[in-house]
């Protein structure tokens, strides 16, 4: 199979599995849900299944037209090959999961603090509510410009098509499911949160409390926040009642996905974060099984706090 096919078929299957995950969930989440929604449910899934219609069509053009070319630009910098690595297949294995897991953690990073890219990701911000579908809502470039990115660091790395499929199919399903509003009991969230980003963490960083938001970027594995001392905890208790969304924009709610599209084209659309300005090491509390860090300005440097229970 060449790259061109690839990533056509790679891509395809990113956009069945979320849309089917999204449907089965659907019982589940009015089963035992956490939060009573704040926006009318046919209003939502009328902004967000749009915005995922576009955004994977421009994906599928993309994967057919560009992402060969970038991958073999990324491919002629020599600069390292996974494929070629000496190592076990099982060890390259999971070193590949995270390289590629840690180039999406830095890019999410990046939509937040460059203003350019915040006019895009902020739409995937703007739901009121978090739910399966939250997973589904992003502007269509914002998806263009993460398979750029990503499709250059594969080819950069050397990075094996398995790797790149497997990593994608797990992000296609755990998009939808860490968005997901369901009561998770707090004994599977404390093992859980060990190995992968569940919804009770992925929910502050949808929260409208700029304290919270600008933390918990990670995709599938929560070890880079921990790394970038942005990890935050709060118990799922405390998250029932959290405003979620745009403090500036609390409409989006019931915005058709047509009005979020333009709304990236908005005059002043950067002022929900500092723009351009590297990521702060706000002070971080809350009970969490994982260490979390504690800014001490009065030193500039950072002191390593316990765990708390």
Same mark, same amino acid.
């Given at each position: &199979?060449?790259? %061109?096919? !690839?990533y056509l078929t790679a891509t395809a299957a990113q956009i069945v599995l979320p849309f089917l995950l999204v449907v089965l969930l659907r019982p589940l989440e009015l089963t035992l849900p956490l939060r009573q929604s704040a926006a009318p449910l +046919?209003? %939502?899934?009328? *902004?967000?299944v749009p915005l995922a219609i576009a955004s994977n069509a421009l994906g599928i053009l993309g994967s057919y037209t560009l992402a060969d070319r970038i991958g073999s630009y990324g $491919?002629? !910098?020599?600069? !390292?090959?996974? *494929? *070629? $690595?000496p190592l076990p297949g099982l060890l390259k294995f999971i070193v590949g999961l995270l390289i590629i897991d840690a180039i999406a953690f830095f890019k999410h990073v990046l939509s937040h603090k460059v203003g350019l890219l915040w006019r895009l990701h902020q739409i995937h911000h703007s739901d009121v509510d978090c739910d399966g579908s939250t997973g589904l809502r992003h502007h269509a470039l914002e998806g263009f410009v993460?398979?750029?990115v990503l499709t250059f660091g594969f080819g950069l790395l050397g990075m094996p098509f398995a790797i790149i499929a497997t990593?994608? $199919?797990? &992000?296609a399903i755990h998009s939808v499911l860490s968005h997901a509003n369901v009561a998770i009991p707090a004994w599977l969230n404390r093992v859980l949160c060990w190995?992968?980003?569940? +919804?009770? &963490?992925? %929910?502050?960083h949808h929260a409208a409390d700029p304290k919270l938001y600008d933390s918990n970027y990670g995709e599938l !594995? +929560?070890?880079?926040d921990w790394l970038a001392r942005t990890l935050r905890a709060k118990p799922a208790a405390e998250q029932i009642k959290m405003p979620l969304g745009l403090t500036n924009r609390p409409e989006t709610g019931e915005m058709?996905?047509?009005?979020?599209?333009?709304l990236a084209f908005e005059p002043n659309r950067d002022n929900r974060l500092e723009i351009g300005v590297p990521l702060k090491r706000r002070a971080l509390t809350g009970a969490s099984p994982l260490p979390v860090v504690k800014s001490v300005r009065s030193r500039g440097r950072p002191e390593r706090v316990k765990r708390m229970r």
């Open positions: &199979m060449d790259s %061109r096919t !690839f +046919p209003l %939502r899934w009328w *902004a967000n $491919a002629s !910098f020599n600069l !390292f090959s996974l *494929a *070629a $690595a993460t398979l750029c990593y994608g $199919a797990t &992000m190995i992968v980003v569940t +919804p009770e &963490m992925h %929910r502050l !594995f +929560p070890y880079w058709s996905a047509l009005e979020l599209t333009l």
